[in-house]
């Protein structure tokens, strides 16, 4: 192990300074919800601790996951997090080409044996051998069956890879199915959404990476940390769904005061996910606030539920906590994410208008 | 002497890509182009409620999904007899035009330039700056736009809601109706992407970029990264790597209340003409996909799971009148008729497809700006729409990389036909049943490859010259 460098290494290397350093070790404590308390620990582990090598695979897939990674809110967050990454293998971003790449593959695989996180975004589709995804003239459930042989654990980002998504929509021609019904002997941890949102994804792999364990997982395989909580649980417009204020139809006078989307087909009361709160494109807005309903993208089944337009039927205004629980299954550990989750994410948003208001207006200005 | 060569996967292209070269005599003789990854999208959308494909169809591409859902929005609108409103126009082009600048500059910062960083090019009097500024991930120009970039998709977050796969674009406009806030917002972040790119690719005021009208004025631009490009250009022959089929297609860009803010039409040999929606079709010959060729609103997806030996691609092969056509920026600016673009389009190889995208940013970062002025806050975004119990549809846009077309057909409130033909579909398509090749197996013949080079690196810039999307391709 000794030839491997440290995360402190690796940042040293990429320009990254002490101070930022500091500053990164504290946004992960606050986004994995560990008080202010836990960021020397966070700077002693990845002073000292081997870097973890993390493969990242790309099988059935629209790449959307990476899209949304590589847009991390924090812009230190995300340039620490892939110059962790980046140095081992990812065939959308990577520099190598061709043979070398899939010769960095195995070699990564054969350096690290049994010390990497295996990243796979999209799925491997089953039917005719496998031919329906060929990467480097072999299927990609052979690739993903020999990077996953020797990984310490699997990340299975977005709903391709947790559940299907919409190439596992009926008739499923290419029988795409997700990771765990190929991998049956690995940890996996799910993290799903179309895609998910990248705070989140940061906040998985900074917290596997820094702590070297899996961080708590609900009964579906997915961090209670970021998904105990449903949409409809911190959605701003939740007032006007209790107070029996709709939206009844596009760009109404409803619409314009910011009335509940339920009858427009709004899923948020029964999608468990982080976007309510954490938000998207850096904090900036979610579906819901951009006035369209929630489609429930990190629920497994989500593409095959009727049309994304139908209201939710199997809800009723006071029957809601109930029946969104059974559809959601993912009472273990809420109330312990759910207190985690709260704290990471207020501190995480106080960090980011911080970081919002200042470099950007600043350059703004400048 | 002759030898085969099997190039790929390649990274840094939007999903799976597989060439197949003949080489002789130093140069490529043939090529054969193969999208190995398939997902039968056209398969699902049958018998669902029409208005899914609004959320189905963007999950085709994570880089294109605005795309997608314009296109969706269009063939829904067409169907139901709807037009958007005027602002709800407006701001759908907004939103796409953000996408479609998103795209240009990843491509060139990310995907394109780092090739000039290889070590093969050590020596070369450009090499240091290009290590310097675009090494994958690391290089001080692929980091500061990877980030202005994060900042200028802000926008698609205001307009959107989230992006990727944005849900906000509908047949009669969008769900955001912006407020003055949003509006101010908009324009703010626009004015510091416009900050990004006159520091870093074009290193002086966008619009002398977009004035340039003649080759010698391109030839003369020596700022910015687009200067380094157009050094190594010259000293690669980039001019003259990968010529084109020498016809352009274009459907217009940005469908807006006056008309479309980028001409339709078809250029051919330098000579403009109209563009007939009817003379598209897709042929079958060369694709493991069973059937006869056909206009894409009677076209079909029925995979070929034997997989025949006479084909080699799961892309169809889209033909204009039988003809091969290139799409793309290049395409989109020489159809507009901008006078730069007209040079190129006839030049047509590696570098006029990249300074075209060039020229394409400067242009698309000045009508946002002024669309997001025109942006009236009091105004009507979204008019409720029905669709007919039995309809045709279709929407046709461009997107990034070049045309997109979706054609839908509605048969008792469900989808009965569905057929996506998109830009890479188009500029990668494999031969059709005259054996004519598709535009890139076209521009690889001819192309130089050193002895014992296993990766030709001409191969790789004609290959991401054309900034392909392969999860589009085939979908």
């Known amino acids: 192990m000794s030839q491997i460098e440290t995360f402190y290494d690796v940042m040293r290397k990429q320009g990254i300074t002490r101070r930022s350093f500091m500053k990164y070790c504290s946004l992960t404590a606050a986004a994995l919800g560990l008080g202010p308390a836990f960021v020397p620990k966070i700077a002693h582990a990845m002073e000292t601790l081997p870097r973890t090598p993390v493969i990242w695979v790309h099988g059935l897939e629209c790449t959307c996951c990476s899209e949304s990674f590589i847009r991390s809110a924090h812009p230190l967050a995300g340039d620490v997090v892939l110059s962790m990454i980046s140095l081992d293998y990812d065939d959308t971003l990577m520099a190598a080409a061709g043979h070398q790449a899939e010769a960095a593959l195995r070699d990564t695989i054969e350096r690290y044996r049994g010390n990497y996180i295996l990243a796979v975004e999209g799925n491997p589709p089953l039917n005719e051998d496998g031919m329906y995804c060929i990467v480097g003239g072999k299927p990609f459930v052979d690739q993903l069956r020999e990077a996953a042989e020797h990984a310490k654990a699997i990340i299975s980002w977005g709903a391709c890879a947790s559940y299907g998504c919409v190439q596992a929509a009926h008739p499923n021609p290419t029988r795409a199915v997700p990771v765990h019904q190929v991998i049956t002997d690995k940890p996996i941890i799910r993290v799903p959404g179309c895609p998910p949102i990248a705070e989140v994804m940061t906040g998985v792999i900074t917290y596997m990476l820094t702590f070297d364990r899996l961080p708590e997982l609900d009964r579906q395989g997915r961090p209670a940390m970021f998904y105990g909580q449903r949409i409809h649980d911190k959605c701003y417009r939740r007032p006007h769904f209790d107070a029996g204020q709709f939206v009844e139809s596009w760009d109404d006078d409803n619409a314009r005061r910011g009335y509940c989307l339920y009858k427009m087909g709004c899923k948020g009361p029964t999608t468990y996910n982080a976007c309510s709160t954490i938000r998207w494109n850096e904090g900036v807005s979610f579906p819901i606030q951009s006035g369209h309903g929630c489609i429930g993208c990190s629920e497994d089944g989500f593409w095959d539920q009727g049309s994304f337009y139908d209201r939710v039927t199997d809800l009723t205004q006071f029957g809601v906590e109930a029946n969104a629980d059974q559809v959601g299954m993912a009472a273990a550990g809420a109330v312990a994410g759910g207190i985690a989750l709260h704290t990471a994410i207020s501190a995480l948003r106080s960090a980011q208008k911080k970081v919002q208001d200042r470099p950007s207006t600043a350059k703004e200005e400048a | ?475």
């Open chain 2, 1 to 475: 002497m002759t030898r085969q060569l099997l190039v790929g996967p390649f990274n840094r292209v939007e999903g799976d890509l597989e060439v197949s070269l003949t080489v002789r005599d130093g140069q490529v003789a043939e090529a054969r182009v193969n999208s190995p990854l398939f997902r039968g999208f056209e398969m699902m959308l049958l018998g669902k409620d029409p208005r899914d494909a609004l959320t189905i169809t963007p999950r085709i591409c994570g880089i294109c999904s605005v795309s997608q859902s314009a296109a969706a929005a269009l063939a829904l609108a067409d169907a139901a007899g709807a037009t958007p409103t005027p602002q709800g126009a407006l701001a759908a082009a907004i939103l796409h035009g953000v996408e479609n600048l998103a795209d240009h500059v990843t491509h060139f910062a990310l995907f394109f330039m780092p090739d000039f960083a290889r070590p093969a090019y050590q020596g070369r009097d450009w090499h240091a700056e290009a290590v310097n500024r675009f090494t994958a991930m690391q290089g001080s120009a692929a980091r500061r736009l990877v980030e202005a970039r994060a900042r200028l998709l802000h926008i698609a977050g205001i307009l959107g809601g989230k992006w990727p796969h944005t849900l906000a674009i509908q047949p009669g406009g969008v769900t955001k109706a912006p407020d003055a806030r949003d509006r101010v917002r908009i324009i703010a972040t626009l004015r510091s992407f416009r900050r990004a790119l006159e520091e870093t690719i074009f290193a002086a005021p966008v619009e002398d970029f977009a004035a340039l009208a003649t080759l010698s004025d391109l030839e003369a631009w020596s700022s910015g990264d687009a200067g380094l490009f157009l050094r190594i250009a010259r000293d690669l022959g980039l001019a003259g790597m990968g010529p084109g089929p020498g016809r352009y297609l274009s459907y217009g860009a940005y469908p807006l209340e006056g008309g479309r803010a980028s001409r339709q039409g078809v250029l051919t040999g330098g000579v403009p003409g109209p563009f007939d929606p009817a003379q598209v079709t897709e042929d079958l010959s060369h694709a493991w996909m069973l059937g006869e060729t056909a206009h894409p609103a009677r076209g079909r997806t029925v995979p070929d799971e034997d997989m025949r030996e006479a084909a080699y691609s799961w892309c169809k092969a889209p033909r204009l009148g039988g003809r091969v056509v290139e799409v793309g920026a290049l395409a989109r600016q020489a159809v507009d008729g901008h006078p730069l673009a007209l040079v190129l389009a006839a030049e047509g190889g590696v570098r006029a497809r990249v300074a075209a995208r060039l020229l394409e940013i400067a242009r698309t970062q000045l009508w946002l700006e002024d669309w997001a002025q025109a942006l009236d806050p009091g105004a009507r975004f979204l008019d409720p729409f029905e669709l007919p119990r039995h309809g045709e549809g279709v929407g046709l846009v461009e997107a990034a990389r070049g045309s997109l077309g979706h054609w839908l057909r509605i048969e008792n409130h469900r989808i009965a036909g569905y057929q996506i033909v998109a830009p890479t579909t188009w500029n990668f398509s494999p031969r059709d049943g005259a054996g004519v090749p598709g535009a890139l197996e076209a521009a690889l013949v001819g192309a130089r490859v050193g002895e014992g080079e296993e990766t030709p690196l001409s191969v790789q810039h004609i290959v991401r010259s054309f900034d392909p999307c392969m999860v589009c391709t085939v979908h």
